[in-house]
Nanobody, 123 residues
Framework: QVQLVESGGGLVQTGGSLRLSCVGS????????MGWFRQAPGKERGFVAA????????RYADSVKDRFTISRDNAKNTVHLQMNSLQPEDTGIYYC????????????????WGQGTQVTVSS
């Protein structure tokens, strides 16, 4: 059974930082692209970042470029999202996803999704 489990969310003040982690099991995640999406209250889930299977290529939503960094540790089946300079508009549930390519992951067409971790940024 394939599972993705996110952690690292929490409450932080504007300008603060958080590091999200997603641990996968049940498949060889080093063969797949990984990504992060987020869903704010009352809004649709939207793309945040994606990383190629070998970490060579990354993609980001314009709203998080230069503030967020996606990385992965294939030996640990883990993908991270380092979030700096957090703003209230970054508040939402952050989901980890896995898929064949960064393009598919970026489109929200990942094969598997985690349950999400809540990030709240207070003003």
């Amino acid at each position: 059974q394939v599972q993705l489990v996110e952690s690292g969310g929490g409450l932080v003040q504007t300008g603060g930082s958080l590091r999200l982690s997603c641990v996968g099991s049940g498949r060889t995640f080093s063969n797949y692209a990984m990504g992060w999406f987020r869903q704010a209250p009352g809004k649709e889930r939207g793309f945040v970042a994606a990383i190629r299977w070998n970490g060579a290529n990354t993609r980001y939503a314009d709203s998080v470029k230069d503030r967020f960094t996606i990385s992965r540790d294939n030996a640990k089946n883990t993908v991270h999202l380092q979030m700096n300079s957090l703003q209230p508009e970054d508040t939402g549930i952050y989901y980890c996803t896995s898929g064949s390519t960064t393009i598919l992951v970026g489109r929200g067409s990942g094969d598997y999704w985690g349950q999400g971790t809540q990030v709240t940024v207070s003003s």
